[in-house]
């Protein structure tokens, strides 16, 4: 993070300039930083949950050139931005330019959305916290005393095994094409919640068997997603047994060739909407300080999906 230093503390609550008749004026803004954001959902759902709130705002797609992120973020404390939420490829990298970190955020080492509140510009992250809720409230699972197999060790699986460890599931196994990556995974879920935790590789017979004792598998890697729609090649369909909830973050497509080979077997399966949206709603409570209208947001996403 970047050193402490004195900062030109602008009275942002203040700043919402008043006009005459005493009214408000003030139009808030919102935004996704990132490269590219062209196909983002996140200004469809939140500019209809501005909408649906009443609220004067506008939520808007900011793209930043690579090299230009350390003005991109001092551009919300100088223009005075409501909030903005931070993607790929700046989820880690931004924690150098941010004043003050959540719980969540330092837990899992990186920031899906950005507040300046009295000049200070504070990291936050709601994609575990948001996959949490689509995972208890659209699956009616909680991974207290589950086992659960991860596929993929990158951002996503970071924030998500650290959660699930969090939320005290017994033993999280991290599977990845790079099997070194799982294992530091595995040993950082191990060191920061009270999971037991291993990593392995792909395509092994531990695979199979971490696949035959998992209460919950989450597939986390880009393997399926729009245009590339084949089931990943490393895992067999027949590893998957009837009481497992399978869980893909994709959701271009809904549903997956992995969750049709799951569903086929007999398994429950949630798509990646969920978590889309409840990262999404997450964020807009913790920049308003409102209850998000979640629903609004899905039909938005999946009028977005579907155009
Ligand atoms: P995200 O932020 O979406 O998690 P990421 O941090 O780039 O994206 O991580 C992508 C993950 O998908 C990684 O675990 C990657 O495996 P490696 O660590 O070996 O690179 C995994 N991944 C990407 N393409 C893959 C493929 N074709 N087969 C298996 N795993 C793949």
Redesign the pocket.
Do not use: Q
């Given at each position: 993070m970047r050193q402490e230093r004195e900062l030109p503390v602008k009275k942002f609550d203040e700043a919402a300039s008043k006009k005459a008749d005493g009214s408000e004026e003030k139009v808030r803004v919102l935004g996704i930083m990132g490269y590219p954001v062209g196909h983002s959902l996140s200004p469809a759902m939140h500019n209809a949950a501005l909408r649906h709130l009443g609220l004067k705002g506008v939520y808007l797609p900011f793209e930043v050139l690579p090299g230009y992120l350390e003005e991109a973020v001092a551009g919300i404390r100088a223009l005075g931005l409501w909030g903005v939420n931070v993607t790929?490829p700046y989820?880690e990298k931004v924690l150098d330019y941010l004043d003050w970190l959540t719980p969540q955020a330092e837990l899992i080492g990186a920031v899906n959305c950005i507040a300046c509140r009295e000049g200070r510009l504070e990291g936050h992250n709601t994609d575990g916290e948001g996959f949490l809720r689509s995972l208890r409230e659209e699956g009616g699972f909680d991974p207290e005393g589950k086992e659960v197999l991860v596929?993929?060790?990158?951002?996503?699986?970071?924030a998500i095994a650290l959660v699930l460890g969090q939320s005290r599931a017994q033993k999280i196994v991290v599977a990845?094409?790079?099997r070194e990556?799982a294992e530091e995974l595995a040993a950082q879920v191990r060191r920061r919640t009270a999971a037991d935790a291993a990593g392995i590789g792909?395509g092994s017979q531990e695979l199979a068997s971490a696949a035959f004792q998992a209460d919950l598998i989450v597939q986390?890697?880009?393997?399926g997603m729009y245009p590339h729609e084949e089931p990943?090649d490393?895992f067999k369909p027949e590893w998957f047994k009837a009481d497992t909830l399978v869980y893909d973050i994709i959701y271009r497509p809904r549903p997956t060739a992995f969750l049709r080979q799951a569903a086929a077997r007999g398994c429950r399966t949630l798509d990646g909407l969920g978590m889309l949206v409840f990262q999404g709603a997450l964020a807009f409570s913790w920049w308003t300080g409102l209850d998000a209208p979640a629903e609004v947001m899905r039909e938005a996403a999946l009028r977005e999906l579907g155009s």
């Open positions: 790929i989820k596929l993929g060790a990158g951002g996503a699986a970071r990845n094409r790079t990556k792909l986390t890697t880009p393997v990943p490393w």
